[in-house]
Each structure stands twice: as C-alpha cells, then as structure tokens.
C-alpha cells in the first residue's frame, strides 16, 4: 500500500466549481487536501499534459500497486493465524437441524459437502443467485465496467492515482505500468462485454497523459450494487445466516473493514448502532 494521496483533476474552472458541495464534505470531515492550479500541477506531476486548469490532492488517501498481490498478502496472513481455505463451487445451500450445508453438484469437484453452525455468504455479484434457491429476493444491481493496463517502457507516467473528472476516467500508476478504467454500465451481471467505454475513456486518458499504443491487458466485471447504495452486513432472518455483500465499486477497499464488523456481530461484540444502516433487513431478507 502506498501513501500517495489521490489526485482529482478538473480540466476548466466550471467543473471545478461544480464540486464545491466535495471540498465542503473533506473540510467537514477533516479530510487533508491541497488546491493546485495549473503551474502547480505540472511542477507536482509533471507527467501530465497542460489541460487541467485545477486539482485537488487528497492528502490522505492510500493506493495499491498490485490489488492481486494484496489480496495474496492478505490471504496468506489469514492462513498464518490459523485460518483455512477450502474451495467449493457452491450450488446447494440447505438449511439444517443444527446448522446449514453447501454442496457442489459440479461433477469435476469430487468434495464432500461442508456443515456448518454459521453461514456467511459473500460472494459478491454472485450473491444474488446463490441464495435465490433459499427463497430469499436480493434487490441487487449490477455496475459493470473494467480496466486497461499498459506496459511502461521506461520512467512511468505517473506517480499517483489521477481522477479526470470532465475526461470520466482514473488512471493509477501500478506495479509496472499504467492502469486506466471507465465508469459504470448498469446491466444484467453476465451481459456481453462492451468496450464503448473503455474505448472513450483511453482516448480521454491520452488527451492527460503519454503511454503505450496498446494495452497488455484488459479486464471487465461486475460491481455488486444495492439501490441505496450501501453494502448488507449483519445476519439475515433465517437463524445462522449472515450477508457480506453488496460493496458496489469500492468494496476491495472497504472488504476488510466490513469483514471486521461482520466477525464483531457474530460474536455478539458490536453495539455500533451505525451498523443498523448496513443491515439485511431493510430489505426484508
Ligand atoms: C472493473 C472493476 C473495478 C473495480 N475497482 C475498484 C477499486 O478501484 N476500488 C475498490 O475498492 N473496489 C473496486 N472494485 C469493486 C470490488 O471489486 C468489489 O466491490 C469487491 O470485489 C467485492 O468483494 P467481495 O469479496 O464482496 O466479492 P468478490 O471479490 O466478487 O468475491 C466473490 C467471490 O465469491 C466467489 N464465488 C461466487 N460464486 C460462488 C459459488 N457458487 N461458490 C463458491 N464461490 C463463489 C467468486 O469466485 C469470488 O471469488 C472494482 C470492481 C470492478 C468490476
């Protein structure tokens, strides 16, 4: 994880003005920010081409280089603390006497079913379908988009995340090179790929700044969004099962803290009344 602050750029002073009501919000939180202006920008990241009349760096916020080798670190050191993994493509949830069971019907995986006391099903977009079968109605949406990534042949052409607020993309320098991704789509989760966005947004990122003609790699998915916006954490109505669902575009940064307070309310060791806004049942599940 870096410290490296995030970077919004606004390429006139209209948009800037726009986002008065945001500068408003970090100084009521105490959020760490410094204005640039143009000269500003270009002696902070020079990398940048001279289209931006203003910019705000948010001191405070962190990026990650690799999201992959994060995700590895976190999960060897869930291992390191006793934890265990085991894979299991789920599709039978049953409730039990004592408890639940999930089994794979999958002919390929040879694995005896698993029973447990407590069930927590977090399995993103998929969530929706999985717990279909328990009668239960997720009113889940889908943000579908992705990312281009682009090799860097020498120095890179940023030292921290960008947001173009008029350009409508984000480009993070990243472990070796540079990444750049679009906006949502709402649509069904297994939808066909598009690339208009995609498509738009590199041409708006080449307008910023100067990397390779094409990408080494690009990856689509789907975000798993509720209508208001907020993650479901916390039990359900069915005894011994629990959501962890629901993190929209930012739940590879908010996945940890939600898993803490999940773990917290399994254990009866929350009194957090701010995790009523996060609860199953304000859609009834
Ligand atoms: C293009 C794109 C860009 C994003 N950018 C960011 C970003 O910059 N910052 C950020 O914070 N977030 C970002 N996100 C959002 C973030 O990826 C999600 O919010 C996050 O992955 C949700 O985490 P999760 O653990 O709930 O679900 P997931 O990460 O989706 O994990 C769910 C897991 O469940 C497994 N699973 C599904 N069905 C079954 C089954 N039947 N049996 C067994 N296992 C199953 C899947 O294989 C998967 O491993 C982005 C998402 C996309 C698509």
């Excluded at 939600?258 to 009834?284: I, K, Q, W, Y």
Aim: aromatic share 8%; net charge positive.
């Amino acid at each position: 994880m870096r410290h490296s602050g995030w970077l919004k750029l606004y390429r006139n002073s209209k948009s800037f003005n726009n986002a008065q009501y945001e500068q408003d919000i970090y100084q009521q939180f105490n959020i760490g920010t410094v204005q640039m202006d143009s000269v500003q920008l270009r002696s902070f990241e020079p990398g940048l081409k001279e289209i931006y009349a203003q910019g705000i760096l948010i001191n405070d916020a962190l990026s990650v280089a690799s999201p992959g080798a994060l995700v590895q670190a976190y999960a060897a050191e869930f291992k390191r603390r006793g934890g265990e993994f085991k894979q299991l493509k789920i599709s039978h949830i049953q409730k039990r006497p004592s408890g639940w069971m999930v089994a794979s019907q999958s002919a390929a995986e040879n694995t005896s079913p698993i029973y447990c006391q407590q069930l927590v099903v977090a399995a993103g977009p998929w969530s929706k379908q999985l717990i279909s079968q328990l009668k239960m109605r997720l009113p889940m949406l889908f943000e579908r988009g992705g990312h281009r990534e682009y090799v860097s042949a020498g120095a890179q052409a940023l030292s921290v995340p960008i947001h173009d607020i008029d350009g409508s993309f984000v480009a993070s320098p990243i472990a070796n090179g540079l990444r750049i991704s679009c906006g949502v789509e709402l649509n069904s989760r297994s939808a066909g790929h598009s690339n208009t966005q995609l498509d738009l947004v590199e041409h708006s990122a080449r307008q910023a700044l100067n990397f390779a003609d094409s990408a080494s790699s690009q990856w689509q998915g789907a975000r798993p969004t509720m209508p208001d916006s907020m993650p479901l954490i916390g039990a359900t109505k069915q005894p011994g099962l629990w959501l962890n669902t629901g993190h929209q575009h930012i739940g590879f940064s908010t996945g940890p803290a939600s898993a803490e307070l999940l773990a917290n309310l399994m254990v009866g060791d929350n009194h957090d009344l701010t995790t009523n806004c996060f609860a199953p049942s304000r859609f009834n599940l």
